[in-house]
């Protein structure tokens, strides 16, 4: 697996000057803009909703925006992303009641859906709605805060998801959010992730563009030894 792609998590960028940042991330070489959507219910914290996501568009920006919805109800924010500019729209199956209606409508309305299930969480939500699926997330923080550190026991479980992918036959890309950085990104490709959330990682070093590299280095000593 050779397509990999970084999405840095805006979480983490200066918000006074959010635009600007997101421009530099990608010029530095990122693939995907990560939007992190928290609602002080679903998660102890609170951060930007669509006309934040429409600014980004209005400035420019035509990179996929990831948004991650870390909020309970689910739909009406869906929809309302949706219609903002969202690329990919993701949430936690235990803040939907119904699952499988919610992938839908983000589908319906010309965006990848995803699921995304918290570290102790199983992946058995994903099981018959694979046909429905864009992506699996899979947080290996607890979500509601950047800077956290990696739970190794993400790496079983992407093993898990990767195998359920890989046996299903379908074109969907696995995630990774949470404590990922130059000195795990690799171990964490060869557990079968192929798209790759960090904010800390990148938006805390001086040069986005070096960071962004390292990664890249270590995902293609990954790619090569698959
Ligand atoms: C946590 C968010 C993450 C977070 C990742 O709830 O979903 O996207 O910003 O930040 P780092 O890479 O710093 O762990
Ligand atoms: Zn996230």
Redesign the pocket.
């Known amino acids: 697996m050779s397509d990999f792609l970084i999405a840095p998590?805006i979480?983490s960028a200066d918000f006074a000057k959010l635009g600007d940042e997101v421009n530099a991330v990608l010029r530095a070489g990122a693939d995907v803009v990560?939007?992190?959507v928290m609602d002080n219910h679903y998660v102890p914290n609170l951060t930007i909703g669509p006309m934040v996501c429409r600014a980004l568009r209005h400035h420019g920006i035509t990179a996929p925006i990831?948004v991650?919805l870390?909020v309970t109800p689910v739909d009406e924010l869906a929809i309302a992303f949706a219609d903002a500019g969202a690329s990919w729209i993701s949430f936690h199956p235990e803040a939907s009641h119904h699952v499988d209606r919610t992938l839908s409508l983000i589908r319906e309305r010309g965006c990848k859906a995803g699921l995304?299930f918290n570290p102790a969480t199983g992946l058995e939500a994903a099981r018959y709605v694979m046909d429905k699926l864009d992506f699996i997330?899979l947080?290996s923080v607890n979500?509601g805060f950047g800077g956290q550190k990696f739970i190794p026991s993400t790496l079983v479980k992407l093993r898990e998801a990767r195998r359920m992918i890989d046996d299903s036959g379908l074109p969907i890309r696995l995630e990774v959010?949470?404590g990922v950085g130059t000195g795990n990104i690799r171990a964490i490709a060869e557990a079968g992730a192929d798209t790759f959330?960090a904010?800390s990682a990148i938006f805390g070093a001086p040069d986005y563009a070096e960071v962004i590299a390292a990664m890249r280095q270590q995902l293609a000593l990954a790619a090569a030894s698959a």
């Open positions: 998590s979480l990560h939007f992190d990831d991650h870390m995304v997330l947080m979500p959010d949470g959330v904010g």
